[in-house]
Each structure stands twice: as structure tokens, then as C-alpha cells.
């Protein structure tokens, strides 16, 4: 089975099996995609992934993709477990639904809204959710998993030794 990104199909779905509850809904949405969808699914997570900004440089100049990372050979667990758990977010209509609407409402610069008796505060700081988000990254689960490889705002250079 070919790998997409980080990871191949087999690995996603052993990874839904071994991480999320029979009952859980978003193993239920995953599992009831066909395969080909899964991969698309996993085709976009990865897209997303690809288009953050991480700390370091690759361990071999001019590679495809932004992992292994200098000294590393391996991708990070954590890195394919955040591919697999952002597109399991993705088969979800009402997770990537809510998605859509925070990253309008960051992209519009609104800071708080109200509805009713209903009233919210949201930030899109550069550390914060938003910025995932703005992304594609739409599960919470996989942005954690990401972070301690995210780069503030400075890209770190350098010759290998």
C-alpha cells in the first residue's frame, strides 16, 4: 500500500482503531468512508501539515516533504498520528462546518460576537487555534500533536555539521 505524506491506509485505520471508541462518532464517519475517500481525506491533512512553518531544517536537502527533520532519519509518531487524527476531524461535516465558520470569522477580524443571550470570544493569535485552523488543520488533538514542532517567528538556518 503507498504511503500518502506520512502515512498509508492501513496505518490510518489501524491507528482509528486502536485510538478512538467503537461508539466514538468520528470513528463511526471514518469507518463508513470508502477508501477512496479516506484518501483524500489524508491527502488534505497532509497538504495542511505541509504548509507549516516547523523549527529546524530537513535532514536531507531538497527532500519533498518537511519531515525527518535534521538529526532525525525517522518521522515523528507524533506527526503521523497528527495526519491520521486531522483527516478523521475532516470526515466529521460538523467539525470542518465549524472550522469554516471560526476561520471567517478570523479572517474577518472579528473578535467577539453575540446572538441572544449568547455571547462569544474568539482569537486567532499566532500561537492559537485560529492559526491552525487557517491551515486546514481542524482537530485539536492533531494541533497539539504539532506544536512542539512549530517554529515561532523566526526560520532557523544553518550547515549541517
Not at 500500500?1 to 462518532?25: C, K, P, Q, R, W
Not at 443571550?117 to 492533531?142: C, D, H, Y
Request: no cysteine; aromatic share 12%; net charge negative.
Amino acid at each position: 500500500m503507498a504511503n500518502i505524506g506520512y502515512v498509508d491506509l492501513a496505518y490510518a485505520d489501524e491507528y482509528v482503531s486502536l485510538h478512538f471508541l467503537s461508539t466514538d462518532d468520528l470513528r463511526l464517519s471514518w469507518e463508513g468512508l470508502t477508501d477512496e475517500d479516506k484518501e483524500v481525506l489524508l491527502r488534505r491533512s497532509f497538504g495542511a501539515i505541509e504548509t507549516l512553518k516547523f523549527t529546524g531544517m530537513k535532514t536531507v536537502s531538497g527532500q519533498p516533504y518537511a519531515f525527518p527533520r535534521f538529526p532525525s532519519t525517522e518521522v515523528p509518531e507524533a506527526i503521523k498520528a497528527a495526519q491520521v487524527e486531522n483527516a478523521v476531524s475532516l470526515s466529521d461535516s460538523s467539525t470542518t462546518e465549524d472550522a469554516t465558520f471560526y476561520n471567517k470569522l478570523w479572517q474577518w477580524g472579528v473578535e467577539s460576537y453575540s446572538i441572544g443571550n449568547l455571547s462569544e470570544s474568539i482569537s486567532s493569535g499566532a500561537w492559537g487555534r485560529g492559526s491552525m485552523a487557517a491551515n486546514g488543520i481542524v482537530s485539536t488533538r492533531a494541533s497539539k500533536l504539532l506544536q512542539p514542532f512549530l517554529s515561532g517567528s523566526y526560520v532557523i538556518r544553518g550547515d549541517r555539521p
